[in-house]
């Protein structure tokens, strides 16, 4: 049976007028496919000339190409009609990975019927390789390229169930992490390296295989501006301090993204800290009652805005954005962005206060939020860091 997935990216490259797309991200090879494309890091990124690539065809067979290194997840992981690999670097025979990479895209082509045909293909500009382009205009010139990547960013916006429950599992690794900071956060005299370390083991044990992890850990007054990503640096906590947490981490293929702000050291806040921390969490509050359907994104940015001023404070940056196969999608949550609210959207919710240049602290507050029929679902499970 075809995935939902597939079938959403196939109605919109219909929409969009395309024939075929030749899809190249890291996202969109992962929501078309089912395959969880590797973050391009490391020695085998290194090996490989290229990376993976989907040839989805809009009525007709589709195809997922991968280095042989990822063959047997995709395997077992994509829904695609056909699956092809090409070769990366071999021990003990010279390999030329260019060579073999163009080849089996060539290959996949032929094989959808495009050699000497005039069909439309979408195309990724931002991330499709060079070695492509030069092998449509050489071996396929009649097609016709136009971007896909509004059409995808359609495909993608509404999660299907699928998705909506992976994305369930990694706001849960995500509360892990956060619950892991402020048990650390009872404490001063601790590091940052060293409570980063225990955070992202805590995230790795539940999962049961190491994730990707990205973002920052702050404390002091690292907390007080905007620098992302700005720590963990070599930095040992003290009473009082602020630590302020941002982190985003990759499990099987979708996202979490969440933040917190503790007081280390079991202290009452100042009054100043009370102040900011409770800024970001009404402003984050706000913004997530917002998100229901019929609203626009807007709207979660100016409930924000209003949760601010009654503080004092402005806005500082973005209100948030959504969430899925990469850990920042549209629509964003800021004053430009009209895009209604639909149920089955899932968003990062992240607005932050900062005492600035020359202070000592800074909050920001971010849960994941999935849109219903009856509004906004808090999926994140953790409690602020901040009474």
Known sequence: MKSQQL???Q????AANCDFALLSSLSNVTYASGYEVPVNVGALAEMSFGTAVALIGARD???????NSGAGKAREQSWLDARLQFETF???DDIDSRASFTEVVRASMRAAGLENSSATIGVEGRTMPHAISELLTRDFPNLKLVEIDGA????????TPREIELLRNAAHIGDIGHRTLANLCRESGKDEFEMWSEITSAMNRAVGTEIVVTGELVTGPRSSVVLYPNGPKNRVTQ???AALMDISGRVNGYWFDVSNTHIVGRVLPTATQKRFAKASQDACEGAMSALKPGARASDAAEAARVAFEKHGLSVAHYSGHQIGVA???LPRLVPYDHTEIEVGMVFSVEP???EGEGGSFGARSEKMVLVTETGPEIISDFDWGIA
């Open 7 to 9: 079938q959403r990216a």
């Open 11 to 14: 109605n919109e490259i219909i």
């Open 61 to 67: 067979e589709s195809y997922l190409i991968t280095p």
């Open 90 to 92: 071999d021990s003990f």
């Open 152 to 159: 995808m960013q359609k495909a993608r916006s509404i999660k």
């Open 239 to 241: 009473s009082g301090d």
């Open 327 to 329: 850990v920042n999608e």
């Open 352 to 354: 932050g206060a900062y």
